[in-house]
């Protein structure tokens, strides 16, 4: 997909150079810039998933803060009896 946009961009590059193509380069250049970010969809992870892997990620972090929680609401029951 990458090598197919960077051929259309460079066709239209060309195609620019000359006036009377001039419409005909821009719009396959337009079309050159979509295929590239199509490509870079498809290549970077979505955003459920990254979403996901921060959960999982979050969640040993997570369990470390209850339990100091439920150490420092031990300790200020211990204190305040």
Do not use: C, H, N
């Amino acid at each position: 997909m990458w090598l197919l946009a960077t051929l259309l961009l460079i066709v239209a590059v060309i195609l620019s150079a000359t006036v009377v193509l001039l419409p005909v380069g821009l719009l396959l250049g337009l079309l050159a810039l979509r295929l590239y970010r199509r490509g870079l969809g498809l290549i970077l992870p979505r955003k459920r998933d990254l979403q996901r892997a921060m959960r999982k990620a979050a969640a040993p972090a997570r369990k470390e803060v209850r339990a100091s929680r439920k150490k420092s609401r031990k300790l200020l029951r211990r204190f305040t009896r």
